[in-house]
């Protein structure tokens, strides 16, 4: 029988009247079941969110660090149970999903050390009138209060704790929302959080999670009162209606992109065929940062695109516990998208350099070349693994062509005039651009941030930790 998972609620564990069943991707098969949350249950949550935060809020950095070590230790203790159910759960191969939560136990590990870092300021008075010479002002951050964290399919795990912890070490509680499929992977994480918590002798209520349906608390997790910060990793269109639910509220949006990897003349065109396949096809392409675009100068268009189809040829094909590079997407809707694109990409004159293949949701990495801009797949993000080739003109029609995306997430350019590639990384409009490597999350001490419609707010270790503090001013008369 199916393992039925629970929900951890003011430090217990507690099931619903109904349940949603979560099947494996690759095989269809039942893996477990998670409780389906009713909107009361919810406020129980948030209520006991907000009756431990004064007490979670009193205990020093140090003491707050302490618990996020601990939980660093639980999950690299588990991190191979974890990692076994997280790859039956989104497909993702097995050695991916065990580095998935060992990374995830670094950045905790990180998360609570920089805390300690955390900068407050005295400022003495200016110079606006005279009597301000004589006034201190004492500036240090406080906590936003309850967090809600919601995380997505990809990267149930990795993506859930880098908004708890910096959360957590700041003093904020949370109430934690995995998606649909990945809510197992999240309870799992879930249980390594609560477990650190209760051996610490934390209040209870600090660390919460939520699972049901979002036709019935979807809107109401994120609308609700008591709710201080909103910090969600999804597809755009979610994010907008989170941003409009929000209102004043501060909010983190990760979103979706359509990130070029742009190729010019003098490129070093094996380096970066291989980082241009690595960064488009990982994962099958169910990655925010994949590289979704290919412009490459004409000239040297023909000879990338033969590198690139070499290199595509090489990867593995197949299922999560064999660890092969391509896996099945996540569900058949994706996969019918995913075709979809290709097909209006083909219908319109692309080449399928790799040939479009498909097997229930396992579908075989695809790169077309002569895509052009009339086509779909040139703007739209498949999240799966096509690869769409884009000859240009020259650099200035490249940048164009980027720009013009609705997305802003992350760019790559690659050529040997670093000069001319720090003035392309200047014109973009993305969030971050990597010169002569593929695009990508982290480290996790950079920044990650989006422009237009990939995102709102900074993320990163450190710049998580002040997004979600505030910063209170205490001004007294010296004499």
Request: proline share 4%; aromatic share 6%; with cysteine.
């Amino acid at each position: 029988m199916a393992k039925q998972y629970k929900n951890y609620v003011n430090g217990e564990w507690k099931s619903s009247q109904t349940e949603i069943k979560i099947y494996t991707p690759a095989t269809g098969d039942l893996l477990g079941s998670v409780p389906a949350m009713t909107q009361a249950e919810v406020d129980q949550v948030y209520a006991a969110a907000k009756e431990a935060q004064p007490a979670w809020r009193a205990l020093s950095y140090l003491e707050r660090a302490a618990i996020l070590h601990l939980v660093a230790d639980i999950l690299e203790r588990d991190a191979e149970k974890i990692g076994t159910v997280l790859s039956k759960e989104v497909a993702k191969g097995h050695k991916a999903a065990v580095s998935e939560v060992v990374r995830t136990a670094e950045i905790i590990n990180y998360a609570a050390e920089e805390g300690l870092r955390l900068e407050g300021e005295v400022l003495e008075g200016g110079s606006f009138e005279a009597a301000s010479k004589k006034k201190i002002a004492v500036v240090r951050r406080e906590p936003v209060g309850l967090v809600l964290a919601i995380s997505p399919f990809n990267y149930p795990v990795n993506l859930a704790a880098s908004k708890i912890a910096p959360a957590l070490i700041a003093g904020n509680v949370v109430a934690f929302k995995p998606p649909t499929q990945g809510s197992i992977s999240g309870i799992l994480l879930a249980q390594a959080f609560a477990e650190a918590l209760e051996e610490a002798g934390a209040p209870n209520g600090v660390f919460n999670t939520i699972t049901g349906r979002g036709s019935v608390i979807g809107d109401y997790i994120v609308e609700h009162p008591a709710v201080n910060f909103i910090n969600f990793t999804g597809s755009t269109p979610i994010g907008e209606g989170i941003g409009k639910l929000a209102g004043m509220r501060p909010i983190m949006l990760e979103l979706g992109g359509k990130d070029s990897a742009i190729v010019l003349e003098d490129a070093d065109l094996k380096k970066a065929a291989k980082d241009i396949v690595g960064g488009a096809l990982s994962y099958s392409g169910q990655r925010c940062t994949a590289v979704k675009r290919v412009l490459v100068l004409d000239s040297v268009a023909d000879e990338l695109t033969a590198l690139i189809q070499a290199e595509v040829a090489g990867l593995s094909v197949g299922m999560p516990e064999d660890d092969a590079f391509i896996t099945p997407v996540i569900d058949t809707a994706s996969a019918d998208f995913i075709e979809g694109l290709v097909k209006d990409a083909v219908d319109k004159g692309a080449k399928e350099v790799n040939a479009y293949k498909r097997e229930n949701n396992l579908i075989w990495p695809t790169v077309l070349a002569d895509v052009t801009t009339d086509m779909r797949v040139a703007w739209e993000e498949p999240f799966g693994p096509v690869l769409p080739i884009i000859r240009v003109a020259s650099v200035e029609e490249a940048i164009k062509i980027s720009n013009e995306s609705e997305y802003g997430l992350q760019a790559a350019v690659f050529t040997n005039d670093f000069p001319l590639a720090f003035n392309i990384a200047e014109q973009l409009e993305v969030g971050t651009v990597h010169i002569n490597n593929k695009t990508q999350r982290g480290t996790d001490n950079f920044p990650f941030l989006g422009a237009k419609k990939s995102g709102a707010g900074v993320q990163g270790v450190k710049y998580s930790i002040e997004a979600m503090t505030t910063v209170k001013s205490v001004v007294f008369d010296i004499k």
